[in-house]
């Protein structure tokens, strides 16, 4: 990277081999080698080394007191202090004792051991099977993986997909396919709100809109009117930003795919027909209108989760699919 050395990063290729039945094969690799790892590594030792040599000391003065008055006892209980450590094989110690009986308890550090020990402080070895790769872009990717495992975390507290209370393997399927959808609009969104500027989350998203609810007034002719309750300054903002952000990721239908008899190929799971939609105010008029019973049925939509619009948006576009995670749920009559 550009801050090299202790602060930074260095790398090298290599070929990495590896046998497996009798197969041999030979990858690309790339040995890294992390400054901020290493340092931190290193502190860590020290601070054992610095925590093993006052334990030492603490045999040392009980030195002649019970259960410390021969040499036997001194060498146990000095072993026992070693080996509890982490670093106890990165130090010497020695119990002597001279000629006029007293017992000496020494210790240094194992210079050899510790060289050894310091050596693949901080280094980590990266390898892929695509031969194009380089090292710069090897190590970005690997870098981004951490966004990568913390987008599957959602699934399990967000998305919720974990207890699972299906058995069969095709319904197991379909539940962590319509979750890896899930997912991904859940990700896209918060990508196309970084992008335009918004430090905000998917999850900051929905608690924001989560007071929101929808009117949907079905009438005898066929029509449909969504109407939205009163919003707050924040809320509107918020709606008008989501709206100009989800508007760029509808993409075009491809063409048609056509026989060499020049003969159209039918969609798998043809796109579905929305009813007509009429978007206006709450107003008084309607309200009596619907007060009576007469001309239309009303749903009023909360914030919750209702499955089959999420079936039916998903089916759709993004854009609707985002719009049934903030204003979606169990429809009730009124």
């Known amino acids: 990277t550009a801050d090299q050395g202790a602060a930074g990063y260095w790398g090298r290729l290599c070929p990495v081999t590896f046998e497996h039945h009798g197969r041999t094969v030979t990858h690309q690799g790339l040995v890294a080698l992390s400054g901020p790892m290493r340092r931190a590594l290193r502190q860590t030792r020290a601070a054992e080394l610095r925590a093993l040599y006052q334990e030492l000391r603490e045999v040392q003065a009980k030195i002649g007191q019970p259960r410390f008055r021969t040499i036997q006892c001194v060498q146990r209980r000095t072993h026992t202090v070693l080996k509890c450590s982490c670093v106890g094989r990165l130090v010497r110690a020695t119990v002597v004792q001279d000629d006029q009986g007293c017992i000496r308890l020494d210790w240094q550090i194992d210079r050899d051991a510790l060289h050894t020990a310091m050596r693949p402080d901080g280094r980590y070895l990266l390898v892929t099977n695509e031969p194009s790769l380089s090292a710069q872009r090897m190590f970005e990717l ?15 507290s967000d998305l919720r997909v974990s207890p699972i209370y299906v058995h069969k393997d095709t319904r197991i399927e379909g539940l962590l396919l319509v979750n890896m959808l899930a997912l991904l609009a859940y990700s896209l969104l918060e990508r196309q709100v970084r992008q335009a500027g918004w430090q905000i989350t998917t999850r900051q998203i929905i608690a924001r809109l989560t007071s929101l609810d929808v009117i949907e007034t079905w009438c005898w002719d066929g029509s449909v009117t969504y109407r939205i309750v009163p919003v707050d300054a924040e809320q509107a903002g918020l709606l008008d930003v989501l709206a100009h952000l989800l508007a760029e990721l509808r993409h075009p239908h491809p063409a048609d795919l056509q026989l060499s008899s020049g003969t159209c190929l039918p969609l798998a799971l043809p796109p579905p027909r929305l009813p007509a939609v009429r ?13 009576k019973g007469e001309l239309c049925r009303e749903h009023k939509t909360e914030a919750d989760t ?29």
């Open 306 to 334: 209702r499955p089959e619009d999420t079936a039916h948006h998903l089916g759709i576009t993004l854009s609707l699919i985002v719009r049934s995670v903030s204003c979606r749920s169990s429809p009730s009559r009124r």
């Open 279 to 291: 978007a206006g105010p709450v107003g008084a008029a309607e309200a009596r209108s619907a007060g």
């Open 142 to 156: 690997y870098r981004a993986k951490d966004g990568v495992e913390k987008r599957f975390r959602l699934t399990k």
